[in-house]
Nanobody, 122 residues
Framework: QVQLAESGGGLVQAGGSLRLSCASS????????MGWFRQAPGKGREFVAG????????YSEDSVKARFTISRDDAKNTVYLQMNSLKPEDTAVYYC???????????????WGQGTQVTVSS
């Protein structure tokens, strides 16, 4: 069983930065793709960014790609989401998720964390 634990959320002013971390249990981390999703109040969960086991990255849209960076450290079983130039519309609960090998932008992930709140004030 894989367990995921997010951290690094908080309250930040517009234009600020946060780095989210997701620590994973288990010995198979290096063979798993990791994804970050978010869910804003009253909205569905949406894909933000993902990284494959080989380090290939995908982002939901160009505006996210320009401001966010996903990375992984297999030695620490951790995936990161560096978020810069944050906007109020980035406010959401951010979840990390894990699946085998490749990144998909759907919610077809086997394991999910509990989420961390990110609030961006204007």
């Amino acid at each position: 069983q894989v367990q995921l634990a997010e951290s690094g959320g908080g309250l930040v002013q517009a234009g600020g930065s946060l780095r989210l971390s997701c620590a994973s249990s288990g010995e198979t981390f290096s063979r798993r793709a990791m994804g970050w999703f978010r869910q804003a109040p009253g909205k569905g969960r949406e894909f933000v960014a993902g990284i494959s086991w080989e380090g290939e990255t995908k982002y939901s849209e160009d505006s996210v790609k320009a401001r966010f960076t996903i990375s992984r450290d297999d030695a620490k079983n951790t995936v990161y989401l560096q978020m810069n130039s944050l906007k109020p519309e980035d406010t959401a609960v951010y979840y990390c998720a894990s699946r085998w090998w490749i990144v998909v932008t759907s919610t077809d992930y086997a394991f999910w964390g509990q989420g961390t709140q990110v609030t961006v004030s204007s």
